[in-house]
T-cell receptor, first 113, second 113 residues
Framework: AQSVTQPDIHITVSEGASLELRCNYS??????LFWYVQSPGQGLQLLLK??????LVQGIKGFEAEFKRSQSSFNLRKPSVHWSDAAEYFC???????????FGAGTRLFVKA | SAVISQKPSRDICQRGTSLTIQCQVD?????MFWYRQQPGQSLTLIAT?????????ESGFVIDKFPISRPNLTFSTLTVSNMSPEDSSIYLC??????????FGPGTRLTVT
C-alpha cells in the first residue's frame, strides 16, 4: 500500500535562511509526487509535482523538490525563507489517473524574524 | 486550474443533526473528491464522486453517515448525518487536474456541540 512519511512535525527557521522539508514515500511503481501548502484558514495549494523526467522540479513561490528513487524521497527546498512561507506543508503521492492521493501528516513551518 | 467554492464556509451544529456541504466547480470535471481534515491532522479521503454513479467510499466511511450527491459535472454535495462532536473537522472538496494534481476548495469548518 502507498504511504507517505513526513518525519518532522514542525520546523522553525529564521527568515532568510534555507529550508528543507523531508518526505519519504512507499510505492511499488514510479509515483506521482506532490507538495501542497496550506496557509492558516485556507485550502490546499499545489506547490509542485513530479511524474517523470528531470528529478529536480521547480514550483511556485521559489520552491523546488528533488526526487531520489534510491532513497524513496521527495524533499522540498527553498534557498531563502520569507515570513509569508509560514504554513503547513503536505507531501502527497498519487496513483496514475489521479485516483487516491495519499497525504503525509504534514510539517508545520514557523519562521522567526 | 479549476476554481472551487464551498458553502457554507463554517457552521456550528448540534449533535444529532445533519449538515449538507456544497461544492461548485467553475468547469466540468469527471471526478470530485471529499476529504476530512480533523483538528491538527492531515487529510483523509472520504469518497470519490463520479457523475451518474454511486460514490466510492474509503475504508471507515459509509454512505449512511456521509451521503454524497453528484447531479452534474460541476457540482457535488456531502452530507454529514447524525453528527457527533467527533465529526468536528474541516471538510474539503477537490477535483482532479489534467496533470493528476488536485485542486481544493477553501474548506468547510464544522463544529459540533
Amino acid at each position: 500500500a502507498q504511504s507517505v512519511t513526513q518525519p518532522d512535525i514542525h520546523i522553525t527557521v529564521s527568515e532568510g535562511a534555507s529550508l528543507e522539508l523531508r518526505c519519504n514515500y512507499s510505492y511499488g511503481a514510479t509515483p506521482y509526487l506532490f507538495w501542497y501548502v496550506q496557509s492558516p484558514g485556507q485550502g490546499l495549494q499545489l506547490l509542485l509535482k513530479y511524474f517523470s523526467g528531470d528529478t529536480l522540479v521547480q514550483g511556485i513561490k521559489g520552491f523546488e523538490a528533488e526526487f531520489k528513487r534510491s532513497q524513496s524521497s521527495f524533499n522540498l527546498r527553498k534557498p531563502s525563507v520569507h515570513w509569508s512561507d509560514a504554513a503547513e506543508y503536505f507531501c502527497a503521492v498519487g496513483e496514475g489517473g489521479g485516483f487516491k492521493t495519499i497525504f503525509g501528516a504534514g510539517t508545520r513551518l514557523f519562521v522567526k524574524a | 486550474s479549476a476554481v472551487i467554492s464551498q458553502k457554507p464556509s463554517r457552521d456550528i451544529c448540534q449533535r444529532g443533526t445533519s449538515l449538507t456541504i456544497q461544492c461548485q466547480v467553475d468547469s466540468q470535471v469527471t471526478m470530485m473528491f471529499w476529504y476530512r481534515q480533523q483538528p491538527g491532522q492531515s487529510l483523509t479521503l472520504i469518497a470519490t464522486a463520479n457523475q451518474g454513479s454511486e460514490a466510492t467510499y474509503e475504508s471507515g466511511f459509509v454512505i449512511d453517515k456521509f451521503p454524497i450527491s453528484r447531479p452534474n459535472l460541476t457540482f457535488s454535495t456531502l452530507t454529514v448525518s447524525n453528527m457527533s462532536p467527533e465529526d468536528s473537522s474541516i471538510y474539503l472538496c477537490s477535483v482532479d487536474g489534467q496533470g493528476n494534481e488536485q485542486y481544493f476548495g477553501p474548506g468547510t469548518r464544522l463544529t459540533v456541540t
